[in-house]
DNA sequence: TATGAATGAGCTTTCATTCAT
DNA sequence: CATGAATGAAAGCTCATTCAT
């Protein structure tokens, strides 16, 4: 029972190398961008040499765009659940939301990454689908088909924003796009933001009596 | 009659010389990032050579801040016609929100000045507070102004949403991202999008009869 | 007769010009070498700007050869004067090496081109050249005539020193290296050097009685 | 024994390296000076590629410094035997200047360094407060105890030359200067030059009997 | 005559990538 | 596996020189 956790054998090390490699390429990636970030950077994170990167991986290129897979954690998976949301469709909703803040803008990888997006989607296109396929396009499926049941049910309101479900979960980029731009020098308070999204989205929703 | 606009002399080339750049800067900066974008890419699309650049600046620091500052058009300004404003509430803040939609996601110079700070905020420090100081704050103090008076004046709900009125700005911040994201790959229905803005935020606030 | 001497008339001016350049460039060149200045300087240091100096001259190089030629005094003129020369050998002696010490260690110009000639002369083979046929050649020479009569009249003793009269002067070069090596961060108190100089010199060239 | 002395090892390379570097500048930068030598010649010179020098040195200035730190052998410790001299004062004299011969106009290194200083000492301030530690003064001190002790002896004439000793070993610096001016151009007999100097020195120094 | 905008060749420095050890 | 010395292709920046005004 002794060594059990010690640490890791050579061959564990090995196994466990490329994993570090990806994850220090995102602290390097994100904290500069694709371009200001220099190979031998990555390298120094980890205490190792840049020749030792490039055993693992071919190019920079490669190193950012597997970096980036590498990271994007599913949010489609998480999204399934929303399936056994019980209750109201308002607290279905009001849940939906509420994972959806701790993904995006209160994750730090899927922040950062919304980053990346945004700042090198132009030399990585693929970062963009992939971004569009893995958060964007579920979040505002799932929204939309909540919206859309609540609106059968009789409990939301006919109207625009039940057509345009981005429009209800537009707050949560808010929050990230600012906790990305600001950080720690212009701190958002978090509950508070959301209890006041949800108070508008909701009562912008639902019936009115 | 016959000379008229014909090429411009030398001391008009002069001039001009400075802006031809800082516009050319803002191209070439905004499509690949500070640290991606070459100097000679700016002289390039001006069809000079990289000395020329480095004649009226001194270097390419120094070109990327003057460009931002002199492609940050005053939205403070804008929003000083709020005031004037006449009509509901709820038609004051639709205004001032078709105002922003104007200013920041449809504009393109402001739009793009947005990606930058994200990219390149952590190189650039003063483009944060600066983007903070133009776009954010005063928006923000001119939505929260509305709306409390809007409440005070009984047409709006007391409520989180009044407290915190970011939230009820916050597609407008969506929509910039979307653009600077997708771009025409994925177009945005603008006119729709709004809508659905204004209704959400609208029924949301407005007090329930 | 009020404006006599008063600023110079445009045509007099323009036939300044070659001359002003010259002196800038002495100054700049002296202060820097030849590869460190800048043309531009030259040209800031006379208040005009880079195109006016290509308007006197076609190439740095050239600016560098001329302003060396213009800048030389000739030190042959002076030592004509030798000849006339009068009273005991060792006074005779005495006032030669006074004028050597006047026009090389402690005449700028002088001095600076001894600096000139030995950081750029690899460049500028023509300077050492001219260095020596200006100053060394007919220095040693006006020595070496005066010491040999002194030594045919029975004044100076016959010995190596007689023969290599370079010995005689060489403290000469030693102030104007220690000058421009250490300008007035370590003053050399000119006259008592002299004096010990003296004082060495002609003890030990002067017969032993 | 077939392999000894083969190519060097990877590590054995290495460890040269700075050095090989370091004598390249040497060469490049005393036959240029510090602005007309370009990296690429002493990469060249060692056939490497300009990459590979900064890999050592991270600046050109750097790399001029340190040059000159590791070319000036230090000249106090050879002085130093100056106290285990016998003889008479004229002769330990003579030995002292012959040293200083030895380690200043005949050694290349040093000899190139002083051209280096009057060249460059402008951009280099550290390099002639280096000089006058590592070459004047203690030559100067040296050569005042040796005098003084001399004239206490009743050995050497009191007077101005045993006053300011510079004078005694100014033909040192004449000879450096020669040198580097003319090279082999105009070739100076050293030992004949040396013999006159001793030669005016002692007999300028001796007490007339 | 004088200007100074513009050029283009060249220099310092950086960095992704390779490869002998 | 890992190293890190070396490369070479840029990229930022400079400056002698030109030339339209």
Do not use: C
Not at 69 to 93: C, E, I, W
Not at 125 to 151: K, Q, S, T, Y
Not at 182 to 209: K, M, V, Y
């Amino acid at each position: 029972m002794a060594k059990t956790e010690k640490r890791p054998s050579r061959a564990e090390q090995k196994a466990r190398r490329p994993q570090e490699i990806l994850e220090a390429a995102f602290e390097e990636f994100t904290a500069k961008g694709y371009a200001a970030t220099r190979v031998e950077d990555v390298a120094a994170r980890l205490g190792v040499t840049k020749g030792t990167i490039y055993l693992y991986f071919p190019t920079k290129e490669v190193l950012f765009e597997e970096m980036f897979r590498h990271m994007s954690t599913p949010f489609k998976d998480v999204l399934a659940s929303v399936g056994t949301f019980q209750g109201s469709y308002a607290n279905r909703l009001r849940a939906l939301l509420l994972l959806a803040y701790e993904k995006i803008p209160n994750d730090r990888k899927t922040r950062e990454l919304l980053r990346l997006t945004l700042s090198d989607g132009t030399r990585f296109p693929d970062i963009v689908d992939r971004h569009f396929d893995e958060f964007i396009a579920p979040l505002v499926a799932a929204v939309r088909a909540l919206v859309e049941e609540g609106v059968s049910a009789g409990e939301f309101r006919r109207g625009a924003a039940a057509n345009y479900p981005d429009v209800v979960a537009s707050s949560i980029l808010h929050v990230a796009v600012w906790r990305l731009m600001f950080a720690d020098r212009r701190p958002l308070d978090g509950p508070a933001f959301i209890e006041a999204h949800f108070d508008l989205a909701l009562n912008g929703l639902l019936q009115r009596s």
